[in-house]
């Protein structure tokens, strides 16, 4: 069985979770809190802001061309198309100052763990910490189909586009590559990496959903 395959079917029961969440079946209803979507956004735009830095180390570590092309296209991307993406659905959600945003405890916390991961760990954990967010937002699409919610149905629709399901590929072909003739120690520390952030995944649902704050007021 190749990695990405046993990754995944490890990480089924807490998948299986993130698609029977709350936040996602309302969504697919169409009666999610606008609230809760804007919060979400807004967490976002702070994930994405990270995961451009883990692109960025993770590019001057990539063991293979292929790889290291692929995670400037990500880089560029994410820097240019996800980050108007996201400025367009705070901009329909009645205005984000994405400035003055601060990180929820869990994306806090899962962002962090990417961090850690890209700069300190090897290629292949690096790909695998990051592979749970791409490839489950592709299932959740694929899950969900659509909502009677205007702005709810163009967000999914972003993740069951042949663009994003070529990326998804590729990313996962990546992780494969990655992998191949890795000692036994290194395996299993891509499997944690994988499983930690696919448990992230779902916290980060929770967090959106319950609009997360500190336990104690940081400022």
Not at 141 to 162: C, F, M, N, Q, V
Request: some cysteine; hydrophobic content about 35%; proline content about 3%.
């Amino acid at each position: 069985m190749v990695i990405s395959k046993l990754f995944r079917q490890r990480a089924d029961h807490i998948w299986k979770s993130i698609l029977e969440h709350p936040f996602l079946e309302e969504l697919r209803r169409g009666t999610l809190s606008k609230e809760s979507f804007k919060f979400f956004i807004a967490q976002d735009y702070l994930f994405l802001q990270c995961m451009i830095r883990c692109l960025g180390i993770m590019e001057s570590k990539a063991t293979d061309k292929d790889s290291k092309r692929l995670l400037s296209d990500m880089r560029r991307s994410s820097e240019s198309v996800e980050m108007e993406g996201l400025n367009r659905l705070g901009e329909r959600l009645g205005g984000i100052d994405f400035r003055r945003v601060e990180y929820a405890p869990t994306c806090y916390a899962y962002t962090r763990h990417l961090l850690y991961t890209a700069s300190s760990g090897s290629f292949v954990e690096s790909v695998s910490a990051i592979t749970p967010c791409y490839w489950s937002y592709m299932e959740i699409g694929e899950a969900l189909k659509g909502s009677p919610d205007p702005l709810y149905d163009d967000w999914i629709k972003t993740y069951i586009s042949r663009e994003y399901q070529d990326l998804v590929s590729k990313i996962i072909e990546a992780l494969d590559r990655a992998a191949r003739g890795q000692p036994e120690e290194a395996i299993g520390a891509s499997m944690k990496a994988f499983l930690i952030s696919s448990e992230y995944e779902y916290m980060f649902w929770e967090m959106a959903y319950r609009r997360e704050k500190w336990v104690h007021p940081l400022d």
